[in-house]
Each structure stands twice: as C-alpha cells, then as structure tokens.
T-cell receptor, first 111, second 113 residues
Framework: QKEVEQNSGPLSVPEGAIASLNCTYS??????FFWYRQYSGKSPELIMS????GDKEDGRFTAQLNKASQYVSLLIRDSQPSDSATYLC???????????FGPGTSLSVIP | DGGITQSPKYLFRKEGQNVTLSCEQN?????MYWYRQDPGQGLRLIYY???????QKGDIAEGYSVSREKKESFPLTVTSAQKNPTAFYLC????????????FGPGTRLTVL
C-alpha cells in the first residue's frame, strides 16, 4: 500500500518567516516528487518537482529530498499572505503506475 | 495559449441523471486523468488514460465512465450509479505517460440537488 502523509495543519506563520512543510511516504524505490499549491476553490498548480537527494531552489521555494529517511519537505522563505493555501505533496514510485497525492497541509501566513 | 480546459465550471444535477464533464488539452500530452476532491480531503483518482482508445480504472471508478477517442479530449460521465457525486472534479494531463508532472485544469464543481 503506497501512502503519502502530510500534517493537515493549519500551519500558521507570521509574514516574512520561513514556512516548513513536510511530507513522508511509504516504501522505498520512489522516483519523482512534486509539490503543488492549491488556493481555496481552485485547482492545484505545480510549484516544483524534485528527483534527487538534496535541495532544489526556485525563488523563495526550496524542496528538500531525503530518500533514506523517506521524506520530502518544502521551505517557503519570506512568507507572504499570498502564500496562504493548501500545499499538496505527490509521489511517483518507480514500480507503480500512479502518482499518489497526500491530503495536503493548510498554510496561513499572518500579516 | 496551451493549457487544459474544463467545462462547465459549475454543474447541478438532479438525482438519477447522468452528466458529462468535459476536459480538453492542447498541450499534446499523452496521458490524461480524472480526480475527485471532497472538502478537506486529498485527490482521489477516478480514471486515467495513457493513449487514445485506452483507459484504466483508478481507485474510485464505480459510478463513472470515460472515453478517449481523441488525444486532446477525455470526457467523464457521472452516472446515476454514483451514490455521492457532489464534489470538485479535476482533470489533469502529463507528457510521456504516467508519473510525469501532471498539470491540472480549473475544475468542475458538481452539486446534486
């Protein structure tokens, strides 16, 4: 059974702080990892993907992957109220033909 | 502009009716997907298709049907057999088959009256 877990939150951070969102997954052999942002009532939009251990940075966003510990995280630097949304983690396993989405973490950035 | 379109944005259905949700993409993606999202919950896969004229059941296919007659189109029919169809329906597509980055359409919100 492939599972992706996230803390549902809500996670509240003050404006300008670093928001840290975590995601853990079952089974090794994973291949691809994705972070999506979903505003209330809207569809998910891709923030970034990561495939190798280590950090990947894109603007204020940094994805961190640790396959040995089976977790992937998303850091948002200089958080803005516009970052308030639900963040979905998704994992694709090499041996499995579907992408599994986590339940999402709700982030609230307080002005 | 390339992208994924879904229509209608809002749909109201009476109990016992079948309704069809449209999904079209002009990204030249091979794979297309349908997900259902209920309030406060994650995405659940209904059906997916890797190539034209072929599709597979996802985790919650009962009460739904799809077709893939053209590469750019993947309509979803919600039948009267679906007991609790009120939800937010999302269509997505990806290049080179499953597992590649999925891009989502704007969604259709279905409400059963």
């Amino acid at each position: 059974q492939k599972e992706v877990e996230q803390n549902s939150g809500p996670l509240s951070v003050p404006e300008g702080a670093i928001a840290s969102l975590n995601c853990t997954y079952s089974d090794r052999g994973s291949q691809s990892f994705f972070w999506y942002r979903q505003y209330s009532g809207k569809s998910p939009e891709l923030i970034m993907s990561i495939y190798s251990n280590g950090d990947k940075e894109d603007g204020r966003f940094t994805a961190q992957l640790n396959k040995a510990s089976q977790y992937v995280s998303l850091l948002i630097r200089d958080s803005q109220p516009s970052d308030s949304a639900t963040y979905l983690c998704a994992v694709k396993w090499t041996s499995y033909d579907k992408v599994i989405f986590g339940p999402g973490t709700s982030l609230s950035v307080i002005p | 502009d390339g992208g994924i379109t879904q229509s209608p944005k809002y749909l109201f259905r009476k109990e016992g009716q079948n309704v069809t949700l449209s999904c079209e993409q002009n990204l030249n993606h091979d794979a297309m997907y349908w997900y259902r999202q209920d309030p406060g919950q994650g995405l659940r896969l209904i059906y997916y298709s890797q190539i034209v004229n072929d599709f597979q059941k996802g985790d919650i296919a009962e009460g739904y049907s799809v077709s893939r007659e053209k590469k750019e189109s993947f309509p979803l029919t919600v039948t009267s057999a679906q007991k609790n169809p009120t939800a937010f329906y999302l269509c997505a597509s990806s290049m080179e088959g499953l597992g590649d980055t999925q891009y989502f359409g704007p969604g259709t919100r279905l409400t059963v009256l």
